[in-house]
């Protein structure tokens, strides 16, 4: 019994790793780990510090730190990544937005925090996490993170499967990169005054 318990383990573990690999959205490289042109490779080149007392503040508002292909650029070709986000007390919102190359594993370390994702059936998934919880948003689907707490500002930490996730936001994709008023009056069934009012309203709150 114990034998096939093993046997079975390790299938398991095999078909994961091959899994991650064919799902993987950064492609795969032919070498250890990629360098750009005139860095040195030490210690140093794999080592980022930008998160050291990061949680020393309070957020007055949304405050998202990435520790990206950008940022780190020893994440070249290791399709992983991490962001802290640091939502202030009352209302603290990451509003709706997409990450196209990567699933996000959200780890809350402090306060509290209500998330939720819409599927490709547009079924909305809603969950009030607590610390010590993690949270996963599918590969390119919608999602949000909401801090409700009246008193209390809320610490996450986010893992995705890529170097370079990147993110789309809902509210400046639509209203903020210069579709047409009629256009966007006529897919929201309201009136161009209020599309006009929203884009306003989103020039505002930048």
Same mark, same amino acid.
């Given at each position: 019994m114990a034998l096939r318990?093993?046997?079975?383990?390790?299938?398991?573990v %095999? *078909?994961?790793?091959?899994?991650q690999r064919i %799902? *993987?959205?950064d492609p795969d490289i032919l070498f250890d780990y990629i360098v750009p042109p005139n860095n040195k490779v030490d210690a140093n080149f794999f080592t980022y510090t930008g998160f050291r007392d990061i949680f020393d503040d309070v957020p007055g508002t949304l405050n998202v730190t990435k520790a990206a292909l950008a940022e780190f650029p020893a994440l070249n070709g290791q399709s992983v990544s991490y962001a802290i986000l640091k939502y202030p007390a009352n209302g603290?919102?990451?509003p709706p937005h997409t990450h196209p190359r990567a699933a996000e594993l959200l780890f809350l370390v402090g306060g509290s925090l209500e998330v939720g994702f819409v599927d490709t059936k547009n079924v909305?998934?809603?969950q009030k996490l607590k610390v010590g919880d993690l949270f996963v948003f599918p590969k390119g689907l919608?999602?949000?993170q909401y801090n409700s707490d009246a008193n209390l500002p809320?610490?996450?930490v986010s893992a995705f499967g890529s170097a370079n996730a990147g993110t789309v936001s809902v509210p400046v994709s639509v209203f903020g990169t210069g579709i047409d008023n009629a256009i966007l009056a006529k897919s929201f069934k309201t009136d161009v005054g209020t599309v006009?009012?929203?884009k306003a309203g989103l020039t505002t709150h930048k």
């Open positions: 318990f093993v046997q079975l383990l390790i299938i398991f %095999l *078909a994961l790793a091959t899994s %799902l *993987a959205s603290g919102v990451n909305l998934y809603t919608v999602h949000y809320a610490y996450a006009k009012k929203l």
